[in-house]
């Protein structure tokens, strides 16, 4: 809440109990809560998965590619593995891989926007970095980065992280240079604070609800890359059961079996949706300047 | 209006630099050996040294990249280490397919989302507008694949109306041609639509909200017309810079759908070099993908001009 701008919502604080306040909020930005509780859901599920699945890795020739029943959910593959098992054990990497560059491409992009915005001199070559990269498609990058090296799942994070920090560090340099111009930033100069307190006490904070909204994107594209890599054949491991690369391994069999394609799949577009959603929301009341102009 | 064409133009040379030191080197200091894994697992130094030899990677680094700019700047983009042929060549012969199926997404994209954003800003907050940006943020969230697999189940495999996979070139006719890119442009342009379709109603809501639209309306002139050539045209700088952003997605698509589709594209031949790690074609074509996305912006930069009369340079 600290980080909220001042709208006239925020000025007149609903009144009643906190469950009527709870309710208060919800209505007025439902697509936080939806987005936040469909998000919340699914890494509950995650977290579970040891716990609700069979083992994802066992294979059954007996089973195979059996559709979904009562005994299997969500079906099998072509080798009898239990694609309900795989999904949920798929989500940790989705999420793990989304969470991550999240937030390694946050930091980084915030540190790197922050000086560009402040130190003019260097801000023109960075800033033409910025451009060539953002130049290249993010996926050509990523699967070229992850075939030349051994395929890993820390690789394929550093792989989606590259092409992701100039979106943050546009934006963190977009409100560096607006505030910056502040007449509260100039007395701070003139008060004579030293040049990093003045970027951590003084700007820094401006630039975190821009950037948590957009590291929220970020994240979303993430898992929209890993899942696209593992597709591919590039991303994670093939043994691993991410959703990319079940629905890779489905291909052979998809006429028959399109189970292994669409629940997979569906998983994907859900957490996708709900981490959007989530950042929809928090662009409405973080940063109502952005959501007028969207 | 020349010199700001060639002012712009020269901007993207820098652009281009960045991107070619950056593919080159990169790719180069990633940890993992070309050579090692062209020569195989149990190969000898001497065999090393060969491969080395024959791919000039034994030469400085600094002498590789200017050679293989140089080599660029005159159409030469090196040659496959797998097939031997120049990498010109090989994205030449897959370029049609890749173009096709970009055009085709882009027409059927613009030429559906526009009329659904100009029809959400009309009806703004009832049920169709409702509907239609619920689709945005649906489109948004949805993977290119498993759009492609759920056309393909439903109007192929179930219905039967149009082909499961592949693409016929435009030399066959006109129509295998179209059929063979219906599925692909749907799947690669759903995010796209939606992406195209959000920004209409935006800036279309932005643009009615105006005097002068009130003062068109006022006078009696209908409805359509207040809209399409009134509203739309003022509309129009957010919605084609928009156009232009998306064309970056589509490209990032195109490599995914032309897997689903079994589509024989540049997106196929940059998977198909990538998992042989031949390099050559994996620095070509990031450079050609990433000059045309530099292209497109310009195009766009320079189509303000003649879209809002107001912008001058």
Same mark, same amino acid.
């Given at each position: ?12 604080? &609903? ?21 936040? +509780? ?98 290249? &498609? ?27 920090? &100039? ?41 975190? !609800? ?40 489905? @291909? ?43 | ?28 200091? !990633?940890?993992?050996?070309? /050579? ?57 012969? @897959? ?16 030429? +559906?989302?526009?009329?659904? #954003? ?11 507008? @409702? ?62 639509? !939606? ?48 156009? #232009? ?45 990433? !000059? ?12 303000? /001009?003649?879209?809002?009369? @107001?912008?001058?340079?």
């Amino acid at each position: 809440m600290a980080l909220a701008a001042a709208t006239s919502e925020d000025v007149v604080p &609903p009144a009643g109990s906190p469950l009527a306040r709870a309710a208060t909020a919800i209505r007025r930005n439902p697509t936080i809560f939806v987005g936040a +509780l469909l998000l919340l859901a699914l890494i509950a599920m995650a977290l579970a998965a040891p716990w609700i699945t069979v083992d994802p890795f066992k294979q059954a020739p007996i089973n195979r590619l059996r559709p979904p029943s009562e005994r299997f959910w969500f079906g099998t593959d072509q080798f009898g593995r239990d694609v309900f098992s795989r999904t949920i054990y798929g989500s940790r990497v989705s999420l793990i891989v989304g969470l991550t560059v999240a937030g390694i491409a946050g930091l980084i992009g915030l540190a790197i926007g922050l000086v560009c915005g402040y130190f003019r001199r260097i801000d023109g070559v960075i800033m033409r970095v910025m451009d060539g990269i953002m130049a290249i &498609p993010s996926i050509l990058l990523a699967i070229a980065l992850i075939t030349l090296t051994r395929p890993g799942l820390g690789i394929v994070i550093a792989a989606i992280v590259i092409p992701e920090v &100039p979106r943050i560090v546009r934006v963190v340099r977009s409100v560096v240079l607006s505030i910056r111009a502040q007449p509260y930033v100039e007395s701070a100069i003139a008060g004579g604070t030293r040049t990093g307190k003045l970027l951590v006490r003084h700007i820094l904070p401006n630039t975190l !609800a821009p950037l948590i909204v957009q590291a929220t994107y970020v994240c979303a594209s993430a898992m929209l890359i890993e899942a696209g890599l593992s597709f591919l054949g590039a991303g994670v491991p093939p043994e691993i059961p991410s959703w990319g690369n079940i629905i890779a391994q489905g @291909r052979t069999f998809f006429q028959i079996a399109p189970w292994t394609i669409f629940i997979p799949g569906a998983f994907l577009a859900a957490t996708v949706l709900a981490v959007n959603m989530l950042g929809d929301g928090l662009r409405d009341r973080l940063d109502p300047r952005l959501a007028r102009r969207m | 209006m020349t010199a700001y064409v060639l002012r712009r133009l020269l901007a993207t040379i820098p652009v281009m630099v960045v991107v070619a030191v950056f593919v080159f080197f990169l790719l180069r200091l !990633a940890p993992g050996d070309p /050579v090692a894994i062209i020569a195989g697992e149990d190969a000898t130094a001497e065999q090393l040294a060969a491969v080395r030899r024959k791919l000039g990677l034994d030469r400085p680094i600094l002498e590789q990249f200017l050679l293989w700019v140089v080599g660029m700047l005159q159409g030469d983009f090196g040659t496959s280490i797998f097939s031997n042929l120049p990498v010109s060549r090989l994205i030449m012969q @897959r370029l049609e397919p890749t173009v096709s199926l970009t055009l085709s997404t882009l027409v059927v994209a613009v030429c +559906l989302a526009i009329p659904l #954003g100009v029809l959400a800003a009309r009806k703004a907050h009832s049920l169709v507008d @409702r509907l239609v940006m619920g689709f945005a943020v649906m489109g948004f969230a949805m993977p290119v694949f498993l759009v492609g697999y759920v056309l393909i189940y439903l109007f192929s495999v179930k219905l039967g109306w149009l082909p499961v996979q592949g693409y016929r070139p435009l030399g066959d006719g006109l129509w295998p041609w179209a059929e063979s890119l219906i599925l692909p442009s749907f799947a690669l342009g759903i995010t796209y639509m !939606a992406l195209i379709a959000r920004i209409t109603r935006a800036s279309m809501l932005e643009v009615l909200a105006q005097d002068f639209i009130r003062t068109a309306d006022s006078k009696g002139l209908s409805t359509n017309r207040v809209l399409l050539l009134h509203a739309l045209k003022n509309a129009s700088v957010p919605i084609v810079t928009v156009i #232009g952003i998306g064309i970056a997605l589509l490209i990032s698509g195109v490599v995914i759908t032309e897997t689903v589709f079994n589509i024989p594209g540049l997106g196929r031949l940059t998977v198909d070099a990538v998992l042989k790690r031949d390099y050559p074609i994996v620095q070509g074509l990031i450079i050609v993908f990433a !000059a045309a996305k530099v292209l497109v912006n310009l195009i766009i930069d320079i189509s303000y /001009v003649f879209l809002d009369p @107001r912008i001058r340079y």
